[in-house]
Structures are given as structure tokens and as C-alpha cells.
């Protein structure tokens, strides 16, 4: 009977942090969590050269050999999935470039529209989750880290700067990390530019990149000192990853729109290698005809005839017509247009696109390799790991449960969101089965405690009284 209550007794006081902010009790206990992703951080790139910090967090942890991260594989919608466990459809953020019907405006990684809430609030990022649910949280660097998502900030962050070093980015986490306990944060992330920067220019097989991968293991080396210093390595958990692959272009495999159809007929939106076609009123047939069977090595989609396993389609960001390259092929305009030598943003199946996995700590299994994962189920992970109930998303605990040190507690089945804005059933489904579970325990309890209890009644009905409230 103990057992069960202390099942349902956290549930009554989560219940009263999410109303009344945080308590010192709540503090005390809280799990920590910092999640690294390295930009364009290929999976095979840990073979390349000798990676001797990788190997130390994968001999000390876990590590997921392919991680299929969502379409399309850019960072910015990726990076909002990490700490989302959503589609891009969902979320919102759905191409590093935008246009939106609705409100008619644009976005761009590269203007200020970036700092613009109303393109991040389709969904609640974990940082603002863990603050409504008594923690705190602090970002250097993460795509959409400084911008006030849902009337709030991360209570520590740094305001992108592509300047700052890695190093400035890591201390002001591990401050943040060890901070006296009012104060500390209980989940960071963090962003670092490359090696997606030189995976652009250099190209994936150059093999410059070598020296490049072989940077960012000395820059996981100075994370770990820098924990290990301030005394929190073994307490906190760290999952370093990626947003995606790169994959090698070539100036030989280059798709010009131009030859096909006017310039005049269309905006494009996203660019190379999935390109979100915006088409002039009345021209979307018209623009349609003229590409769809223009070049072997392009796939032109209607919005309606997308792929349903890229979900990618639900939402008025996403353009009427879609172009995506074949792998290691570029679509541009004309020739003129700069040319880069690795890129990514195809098909989401494809091992170039997948991005790194690993992670140590105390929620980590050790010396354990995991064949497949999918990034949106590390939402769900990196809420069991920091004790907060987990929004409706795309993702599944019991899919990567087996990367814990412990076994998680059975909990109901996960209530997946439809695609598409503006749905509000999945969170009454989810309150729905929370009731339904709590109820039904409550009706257990009471039945198991009369049959082995009768004398405890009085007892019983005190004990239930937080429940009630
Ligand atoms: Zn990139």
C-alpha cells in the first residue's frame, strides 16, 4: 500500500509547484541534464579520426548509432524538435527560411524575424517547460533560445552571437550549472556552430575535415575539465548530438530553375537542396507543369501529395509546391548563385542526414551502443530524466527507455498530436487518460485498502485528502 501512495503522492505536488512556483524541497532532489549539439555533426564523423573525449562518454554512457532526425534535415527546425519531440509540421518552425500565408510575414535565420515569438509559439520548448514546473533553465546559443517563446525567456541565456567561442558559451553553463542551489539550473543547452560551417565549405569528404571533427572532440574535452572542475561531472547528465548530416556536392550536379520555368511566376522560400515554391496567384498549376517532370534528379510535390512519413505538410508555413534534390545534388536558380560543397536538408532516411549520439550520467546506462533511435523520441527521454511530466508529442519514452540506468515506471500510453496548428485534443486526450489513470488507481486503492484494512478507514480517508484538493 506504501508503494502505491508514494506513486501518487509526487503527482499532488507537482500539482501544487505548477500553481505555486517552485519549493527548496523541489530543488534539493532535482536531476540535471545539459544537452550539446555540435551543428552538422555527422554520424560516422566519430570514425574519421582518433575521438578520444567521444570514447570516453560512449565507454562511460550510451550512444545510438543512427538517429533519424525529422524533415527537413535544417537546423533550425531540428533544433526545435530536439527540445520539442515534434514534426516540424507541429512545431512550427518548418524551414530555416519562411513564409507565412497568415500572417504574412517572413522569416529568416539570418534577420531579426528570428527574434519574433509568433514563429516559435506553435509549441513550448523544454526550457519553458522546466521553469513552469519549478526549475530553471539556461541557453547559450540554441536556436530560439533568446527569444521570449510563450512569455518566457530560459532564466539564463546569452543572445546569439556567432563570435562567441565555445569556450566563453561553456563557462557561462558551467556557472550557470553551479550556481548555490536558489539560483542553479537544473537543464542548459548548448549550441556550437560547427563542424557544419566547414562541412558547407569544405565538403563532407575533404579531407580537411579531418583536422575540423578532430576540433570538436578537443572542444568536448574542455566541456568535461570544465565540469570536472567545478565538481558536477558525475552529477549532471550530458547528451552530446547533432541536428543533422552533410552530405558531398558537386559543381557537376547543379539543377538551374531557370531553365525550366520564369522567375516571374513564383517566389522561392527555402532554398537548396528542399526548396518551398511560393507561386504567383493563379500560377500554381502552371508552375507546377512546367517542373514536375523537369529534371530526373529533382522530386516536385503538390503541398497534398508530400510524403505522409516525412510529416511535413500540415501547416500553412509549409509552400504549395516542395522541391527536394536527390542526394548530393543542388537546386538553384542559376549558376551565378554561390555554390557550397556540402550540404543537407534531404529525405530524413538517409544515413548523410543523421546526426551523432551520445550520453553519460547517472540516468545513463554504461557501455551501451543502441542501434536506432528517432530525435523526436529524446523529448520525452530528457523529461523522465528531469522529473517533469512530458507536452503531447511525437515522440515515445518506451522507444529509448533501454539507454536508462533504471527501468522507468510504467506510465499511460503517450498521447501523439495530430499534424497541424491550432489542435487542442491531444492535451484534453492526455488530461483525459491522466484522470482516467488516477481515478482508477484511486478506486484500487480504496478497494485493496477495505479488503486488507478494514480497521484503517479513518486513516485512509486522511491519507487521501491531498488527492482531493
Ligand atoms: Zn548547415
Redesign the pocket.
Known amino acids: 500500500m506504501v508503494g502505491l501512495w508514494a506513486l501518487l503522492l509526487p503527482m499532488a505536488s507537482l500539482h501544487r509547484l505548477n500553481q505555486h512556483g517552485r519549493g527548496d524541497a523541489a530543488v534539493e532532489g532535482r536531476p540535471k541534464l545539459l544537452l550539446v549539439s555540435f551543428?552538422?555533426f555527422r554520424w560516422d564523423y566519430i570514425d574519421r579520426v582518433p575521438m578520444p573525449n567521444f570514447d570516453t562518454v560512449m565507454e562511460d554512457g550510451v550512444m545510438v548509432k543512427q538517429v533519424e532526425n525529422i524533415y527537413i534535415t535544417k537546423?533550425f527546425p531540428n533544433h526545435y524538435t530536439l527540445v520539442t519531440g515534434l514534426y516540424a509540421e507541429t512545431h512550427g518552425v518548418v524551414a530555416n527560411e519562411m513564409y507565412d500565408p497568415v500572417l504574412n510575414r517572413s522569416f529568416s535565420v539570418d534577420t531579426d524575424s528570428r527574434y519574433e515569438p509568433q514563429w516559435w509559439d506553435e509549441a513550448v520548448p523544454l526550457w519553458v517547460s522546466i521553469q513552469n514546473a519549478g526549475g530553471r533553465s539556461g541557453a547559450a546559443m540554441w536556436p530560439g533560445s533568446d527569444v521570449k517563446i510563450r512569455g518566457q525567456f530560459p532564466n539564463q541565456f546569452l543572445q546569439y552571437n556567432a563570435s562567441v567561442p565555445f569556450e566563453t558559451r561553456v563557462e557561462r553553463i558551467i556557472q550557470w550549472f553551479s550556481a548555490p542551489k536558489a539560483e542553479a539550473v537544473d537543464f542548459g543547452v548548448l549550441y556550437w556552430e560547427e563542424p557544419?560551417e566547414s562541412g558547407?565549405l569544405l565538403g563532407p569528404q575533404s579531407p580537411l575535415m579531418d583536422a575540423v571533427i578532430a576540433g570538436i572532440d578537443e572542444k568536448l574535452g574542455f566541456l568535461i575539465n570544465e565540469l570536472k572542475k567545478a565538481g558536477i561531472y558525475e552529477k549532471v547528465n550530458l547528451i552530446v548530438t547533432s541536428d543533422h548530416g552533410m552530405v558531398q556536392l558537386s559543381p557537376d550536379h547543379i539543377i538551374e530553375l531557370d531553365e525550366y520555368v520564369s522567375r516571374d511566376l513564383y517566389t522561392w522560400v527555402d532554398k537548396s537542396p528542399v526548396v518551398g515554391i511560393r507561386p504567383k496567384e493563379g500560377k500554381l498549376d502552371e508552375v507546377y507543369s512546367k517542373l514536375v517532370d523537369a529534371n530526373p534528379n529533382m522530386m516536385v510535390y503538390k503541398k497534398e501529395n508530400i510524403p505522409a512519413h516525412f510529416h511535413y505538410q500540415h501547416n500553412p508555413r509549409i509552400m504549395p509546391i516542395l522541391l527536394e534534390a536527390k542526394e548530393g545534388w543542388t537546386i538553384t536558380q542559376n549558376r551565378s548563385e554561390t555554390f557550397m560543397l556540402g550540404n543537407?536538408g534531404n529525405d530524413n532516411t538517409l544515413p548523410s542526414m543523421h546526426p551523432v549520439f551520445i550520453a553519460r550520467g547517472p540516468a545513463f546506462r554504461q557501455n551501451y551502443v543502441k542501434t536506432f533511435m528517432r530525435s523526436v523520441d529524446l523529448y520525452p527521454l530528457m523529461c523522465h530524466i528531469l522529473a517533469i511530466p512530458a507536452l503531447p508529442n511525437n515522440g515515445s519514452l518506451s522507444n529509448v527507455k533501454d539507454l536508462l540506468s533504471r527501468e522507468p515506471t510504467p506510465t499511460p500510453p503517450s498521447t501523439r498530436p495530430p499534424a497541424g496548428r491550432d489542435s487542442y485534443a491531444p492535451l484534453v486526450g492526455a488530461l483525459l487518460g491522466v484522470a482516467m489513470v488516477v481515478g482508477f488507481l484511486v478506486v484500487f486503492v480504496k478497494q485493496v485498502t477495505l479488503k486488507q484494512l478494514p480497521t484503517l478507514t479513518h486513516r485512509r480517508r486522511e491519507m487521501s485528502q491531498p488527492l482531493l484538493q
Open positions: 551543428d552538422g537546423t557544419d558547407h543537407h
